[in-house]
């Protein structure tokens, strides 16, 4: 009953659903052309290029386009040109004065780093564009099919290849505006969610096919770990531990102080999906090695082994290393020490200054190393779960940036909507308390 009545309750509220329905529209159209095939191309000749990307970094890429990269769709290359863009934009944000004057520009700012990340975009798309048609062509021809990649040709797909993504960007800025949640996350969201019904029924197909016996008994297994993963993802994307700060309140000439305690939420995941990221960048290099090399023994056949120890083993390493070095450049103790005393305000037993940003500091690595950990055994989850039997697809839900994604994504527009809601004196959708999103803002990473 209290499901229906949220559902009423959201049908009934006429800006909710005009964006409701939106957002839905602009996403079948995404979906729509994820099947849109590259002119000149078979779709019969593409089994080699879904055979290619059915692992590894390919998986992850073609998991991300809603399986358009398999299908040389015009939507190949997906957002994440773009979100490499962005990416390179925050960083860049983080170390030249430059960008930190347009971060601190407000509006003005904003619109003019956004404008920065469209340009380097298109230029990553440049690049990637003849890069994915050579791969393509050499893809088809394995298979034994001829594909004519004339300089012209390229240069067509390429433009075709880079319009594409950019029209998905604005399908995304218009989700941005006129329908529910971040349109780039929920882009890739709608990207990951479509391969998963295929993952699930191939998973629950190969248990039934099991001539081992109690195939089904072991599928509602994987599906009962599943949510306990996911239900541990939530409470790392969530995660927070409350400093708390009292804030000064000199007493009619006296030195004692009051005031209610106000708290500094400090994340215990502050980095969220990046050091994931950039450990992937750098543990695929041994991968793009191996091409070069005849030599598949030793660090490069450990290092190409995405199910091996040894190459998990580092992963996580590096995962947890980059946790803390992401942290250190985002949270700032020396910044919210100063911030809190040009608020007047003090943490109860420590002094102002630099004790301040030592405590600080001290109580932010603490929190970081169990986030750092957890996120790293996030990281390597898939490839256990590979290790123990389930497939590839069904195989990459159990965790990594896939699933950290989905359930960011899934939290920030549960709390879009409950907000909207709640400002029309509706119901919350849980009585237990109000939806925790990842942060204030809802960017996919």
Not at 179 to 196: C, E
Not at 265 to 277: R, T
Not at 304 to 324: D, H, S
Request: proline fraction near 4%.
């Amino acid at each position: 009953m209290g499901f229906t009545q949220t559902i009423k309750n959201i049908w009934s509220v006429d800006d909710l659903r005009r964006r409701l329905g939106i957002t839905i529209l602009l996403v079948i159209v995404y979906r729509f052309g994820c099947y849109v095939v590259l002119p000149g191309i078979n779709p019969n000749d593409l089994t080699a290029l879904k055979n290619f990307t059915s692992d590894g970094l390919m998986q992850l890429l073609d998991m991300f386009s809603g399986g358009a990269f398999s299908q040389a769709s015009i939507f190949a290359l997906g957002i994440m040109p773009y979100i490499t863009a962005s990416i390179v934009i925050q960083l860049l944000g983080m170390v030249l004065p430059a960008f930190q004057k347009m971060q601190r520009e407000g509006e003005s700012g904003r619109m003019k780093l956004n404008q920065y990340t469209r340009y380097l975009t298109v230029l990553i798309l440049l690049v990637q564009g003849p890069a994915y048609l050579l791969n393509l062509k050499y893809q088809v021809s394995a298979a034994g099919v001829a594909i004519d990649m004339n300089f012209w040709n390229v240069l067509f797909m390429t433009i075709v290849l880079a319009a594409g993504s950019m029209f998905i960007m604005w399908l995304g800025e218009r989700i941005d505006q006129k329908g529910i949640g971040n349109g780039i996350s929920f882009i890739i969201l709608i990207g990951i969610m479509a391969r998963f019904p295929e993952a699930v029924f191939q998973e629950f197909t190969s248990r039934l096919l099991n001539s081992a016996g109690g195939g089904l008994v072991i599928f509602l297994v994987e599906l009962i770990i599943l949510v306990a993963v996911i239900a541990g993802a939530v409470l790392l994307v969530q995660g927070t531990r409350k400093v708390p700060v009292q804030y000064a309140k000199r007493i009619q000439g006296n030195k004692q102080y009051g005031g209610a305690r106000q708290y500094i939420p400090l994340k215990v995941n502050a980095a969220g999906v990046m050091p994931i990221i950039f450990a992937q960048a750098i543990m695929f290099i041994p991968v793009t090695m191996v091409g070069f090399t005849t030599n598949h023994t030793g660090f490069f056949g450990a290092m190409t082994n995405l199910y091996g120890f040894w190459y998990n083993l580092v992963y996580f390493i590096m995962i947890v290393a980059f946790t803390y070095f992401y942290t250190a450049i985002t949270v700032r103790p020396a910044q919210m020490a100063e911030d809190m005393k040009r608020n007047n305000g003090f943490i109860p037993g420590v002094k102002p200054g630099k004790p301040t940003v030592e405590y600080l500091d001290s109580i932010m690595s603490r929190i970081t190393l169990p986030g750092s950990i957890f996120l790293g055994i996030v990281a390597i989850l898939p490839a256990i779960a590979h290790v123990i039997g389930l497939n590839r697809q069904f195989a990459a839900f159990f965790g990594g940036t896939s699933l950290l994604i989905m359930v960011g994504v899934i939290l920030d527009t549960l709390r879009i909507i409950e907000g909207h809601l709640l400002m029309r004196h509706y119901d919350g959708l849980m009585k237990e308390g109000r939806i925790k999103g990842r942060t204030t803002g809802s960017g996919a990473f």
